[in-house]
């Protein structure tokens, strides 16, 4: 079962390092590991020398990282997927876990829990995942089901749901995990296997984009809505075809440094 580890990166230079590192400590190994710079205002280049065993890309334009995502599931030629910000890290464990899971239990896609390090002082908590988050959102519409960050996805089962809203810069990940949690079979591990940093920088912290801004208000708006009638129509019909709410542009990906992978 080929597997690519694939890292969306924005001007995180300083931390990318030490996400590199976690997935290639990782105890089973991905088949890849991709890294795709969104036209930073300068490549990584400190990283690309350091890891040529990494493959490097960049995009034509900044489109955000779900377009990322979005070109890379259309394309790539492995079967599963393992997602991971650039501005986080993964427990060593995390790849041989979701993978073990995935396979013991026939399932479509796999999170897990996750600890929140802080480099401001903000009153976010971190969430505690449902082992269950079909159950739980069936209940309680607006409910986290998954962080789609700390997720091992199955490629057939991401365009069976739809894939992304790419016409998102922000929200298509949570819009994303609704379908895929009332589509297919999901779970969240209990075990802590991924560490996200809280930051300025990313787009659910920033003054523009960030939780409470007016673009992302907008924005919440209209997936809170698709998320009354998605709940809604699958509980009147469970094997309701799913699809993306709002696409945008597909992203063009460029390769800069690093082994060559088939189809992108």
């Known amino acids: 079962m080929s597997v690519l580890a694939l890292i969306p990166h924005y001007q995180t230079h300083q931390w990318l390092d030490q996400c590199i590192e976690s997935i290639l400590k990782q105890t ?3 088949t890849n590991i991709l890294v795709v710079d969104d036209c930073s205002d300068t490549l990584p280049i400190h990283s690309m020398s350091k890891y ?3 493959t490097f890309m960049r995009t034509a334009t900044n489109g955000g990282p779900f377009r990322i995502h979005q070109a890379v599931f259309e394309n790539t030629c492995h079967q599963r997927i393992m997602l ?3 501005d ?3 427990d060593h464990n995390r790849l041989k876990a979701l993978n073990t899971a995935m396979e013991s239990n026939d399932l479509d896609m796999v999170g897990c829990q996750l ?3 802080y480099e401001y002082e903000s009153g976010e908590k971190r969430p505690i995942l449902p082992s269950n988050p079909r159950e739980q959102m069936l209940e309680k519409t607006f409910s986290m089901g998954c962080l789609l960050s700390t997720t091992l996805l199955d490629r057939a089962f991401f365009h069976r749901v ?4 790419t016409g998102f810069r922000f929200g298509a990940d949570s819009e994303f995990v609704r379908r895929a949690v009332l589509g297919g079979r999901v779970i969240n591990l209990p075990d802590i ?3 996200r940093r809280i930051h300025r920088q990313s787009l659910t912290h920033s003054e523009k984009t960030g939780f409470g801004s007016e673009q992302r208000k907008k924005v919440q708006k209209t997936i809170r809505e698709a998320a009354v009638k998605l709940v809604n129509a699958v509980k009147a019909d469970p094997d309701l075809e799913m699809k993306a709410i709002f696409t945008g542009e597909k992203a063009e990906l460029h390769h800069l ?3 060559v992978i088939q189809g992108l």
């Open 28 to 30: 089973v190994s991905p």
């Open 52 to 54: 040529p065993q990494v």
């Open 84 to 86: 991971q910000d650039s």
């Open 88 to 90: 986080d890290w993964s």
């Open 115 to 117: 600890e929140y390090y």
């Open 162 to 165: 739809g894939g992304l809203s």
């Open 193 to 195: 296997l991924y560490h």
């Open 257 to 259: 440094s690093g082994p």
